[in-house]
Structure formats: C-alpha cells, structure tokens
C-alpha cells in the first residue's frame, strides 16, 4: 500500500496562476483532510470531506477549492495564487473523523 | 491566546532520559491527536486519544478531559527520537494545531 501520496512534490507558481494539488490514498479512508503549514503558524486545515460527496470549510479555506473526486482522490485548487499561499501543503486521511489521520509527504509551493 | 498550547517549545535531552512533553487546550473536544514530525518534513500519527492512556513501544501518551491536558511521554529516548511533536485537537469537525514542541536527543 502507498498509504496517502501527493503530487507535485515541489511547485513554483507566478501570482494569478492556477493549479491543482492532488492527493489519493488507497486505505479505503472516508475522510480526507488539506492542510497548510507555515513557519510559525503551524498547520491549519483549509477544507476537509467527511465522506465521498461531502466538503467542508476548515479555518483557512479563502483562496481555495476542493473536489472530493471519488472515494480515493481529494483534490486542491489555487484559482489565483498569490504570495501569501506559499507554503507547506499536507493532505491526510482517516478511516473517520476521530480516528488516526495518516499524512501525505506534503507539497512546497512557493507563489511568486 | 492559542486554543491549544504545548510547552516546552525546545527541548534538549541527553540520551536515555524521560521526556515528558505537555499539551493543554481550552475548548471542548471529541479526540486529541500527537503527531511526530522528522527533520525532513514527514508527519507520522503517534496516537490517537479521548480518552485515559495508550502506550506504543517507549511512547506513552495520556489524557485528562477535565483538565483539557495531555502528556507525551517518551521513555528511554535515542537520538532518532529527534523530531517536532505537535499536539491537535478535533473540535467541531475542525482540527487545531499546537506550534509544536522541538525535541533534540543528544547521544
């Protein structure tokens, strides 16, 4: 099993550019989670999906959308990027909320 | 004030020493979660709790809801010990992060 995989590892955007982070798992997981962490702040979530169909706001959602595409796949969208979404993203997921989240290896934006 | 604070922020061991790291947080909560992350940026779930104590090898993690306090305990700690361990607490289908405690073990 990969367990929870990321891709891209590293990206460099321009600000006003889009992109999409993907993340999969292959436990059979219903929840899935996007955070961010950066220096000092620590991670904060940005959206979460309790199940497949389902999306929810976490404390930073503004400035992006999610897709729940099926079980497996949780997707992360930058519409237009700007400085201040350079960071550390991290997707996780678990068998259900309030149970062990398992982490992704994270992807490096850095928006410029 | 942070809804979750951990203490200490840095610690510094020598090799075979009892850690103790400590989390507190001041608002009610279904789980309260530790996490360990490696100098190269991965994050690794150590324990899961709502409740009393569990223990995983040398690591021994506790809870008391009344007191909105949970401890980290590593036992016999070794220089691959050295991580960030960060304290999280789901609240309302939310999760809130500690800034994390800085651990070095030195051989």
């Known amino acids: 099993n990969a367990g929870v995989t990321q891709t891209p590892k590293f990206q460099v955007l321009k600000t006003g550019q889009s992109m999409t982070l993907q993340c999969a798992q292959d436990m059979n997981h219903n929840s899935m989670y996007w955070y961010r962490q950066d220096p000092g702040m620590g991670l904060r979530l940005i959206y979460y999906?309790?199940?497949?169909?389902?999306?929810d706001k976490g404390e930073v959602p503004n400035g992006y959308n999610v897709s729940r595409l099926n079980k497996r796949e949780f997707s992360l969208r930058l519409e237009s990027a700007a400085p201040s979404q350079t960071s550390v993203y991290f997707c996780?997921?678990?068998?259900?909320?309030?149970?062990?989240?398992?982490f992704g290896p994270g992807t490096r934006l850095t928006v410029t | 004030k942070n809804e979750v604070e951990q203490s200490p922020q840095n610690l510094t061991a020598q090799e075979g020493e009892f850690i103790t790291i400590n989390c507190s947080y001041s608002?009610?909560?279904?789980?309260l979660h530790w996490l360990q992350q490696h100098p190269g940026g991965g994050i690794v779930s150590l324990f899961m709790?709502?409740?009393g104590k569990k223990k995983h090898g040398r690591l021994i993690a506790t809870i008391n809801i009344q007191e909105k306090h949970s401890s980290l305990h590593i036992t016999a700690s070794h220089p691959r010990d050295s991580a960030v361990y960060i304290c999280a607490v789901e609240v309302d289908n939310d999760m809130r992060f500690g800034a994390g405690t800085r651990l070095t073990v030195k051989p």
């Open positions: 996780a997921s678990s068998a259900s909320q309030d149970y062990e989240q398992y």
């Open positions: 608002v009610g909560i279904s789980a």
């Open positions: 999906s309790a199940s497949e169909g389902t999306t």
């Open positions: 709790l709502s409740s």
